[in-house]
């Protein structure tokens, strides 16, 4: 507990103390990871790995666990269980909420097999996805159409989409010609010009 007396630790601070006290066992990848940052050593993570070897992602994902604030383990724990109030696109199939908002951003997606700007309107399909598309191949603007609809049929009663996009007037457009949504239904928040 004396860990806490000057704020709150990190989970690395609380698995040195495991490693060093022998509370619990620990492997021994993960005692050496804690155990070179106690003794100060150069990080892996930050301006110094990229002269460094690049490292793996099961290491960068410890690093970056280590580092969390301890507070964060029993939310964690709960999005893992699928007991908190929110998940992923994927994670939510053949789960049922009273209310649903769900949230897309290309630009916080991290990836390139789904594309809600385009399927939306906002940014034009390549001649790829034309011919994809027009082919019946799976691409991502099937792929998104897929998970739109597993995260619009996940409500009972209500559901707000809230989409960020870099062309909204597209997004309403092109929501609206398709019939989707009634300009009632579509609320921009357009930045204000100063």
Do not use: C, I, W
């Given at each position: 507990m004396a860990l806490w007396d000057d704020g709150e630790p990190n989970c690395g601070a609380i698995v040195r103390n495991v490693a060093e006290t022998g509370l619990f066992s620990l492997p021994e990848s993960l005692k050496a990871l804690v155990m070179r940052e106690a003794i100060n050593e150069v990080p892996t993570v930050g301006i110094?790995?990229?002269?460094?070897?690049?490292?793996p992602a099961e290491i960068i994902a410890l690093e970056r666990f280590l580092a969390a604030p301890f507070s964060e383990i029993a939310p964690y724990?709960?999005?893992?269980?699928?007991?908190?109030?929110?998940?992923?696109?994927?994670?939510?199939?053949?789960?049922e909420f009273d209310r649903v908002?769900?949230?897309?951003?290309?630009?916080?997606?991290r990836g390139f097999m789904f594309g809600y700007e385009k399927f939306f309107g906002a940014k034009q399909l390549t001649p790829l996805d034309i011919k994809n598309?027009?082919?019946?191949?799976?691409n991502s603007i099937a792929r998104t159409r897929r998970l739109y609809y597993v995260t619009c049929s996940r409500t009972k009663k209500s559901l707000?989409?809230?989409?960020?996009?870099?062309?909204?007037?597209?997004?309403?457009?092109h929501m609206m010609s398709n019939g989707w949504f009634d300009e009632s239904e579509i609320v921009l928040d357009l930045p204000t010009q100063a």
């Open positions: 110094e790995a990229e002269m460094a070897d690049p490292l724990a709960r999005y893992v269980s699928n007991e908190a109030e929110f998940g992923t696109h994927q994670g939510v199939k053949g789960l908002m769900v949230l897309m951003d290309d630009a916080e997606a598309e027009a082919e019946g191949q799976d707000a989409l809230l989409l960020y996009s870099a062309a909204p007037s597209a997004v309403r457009t």
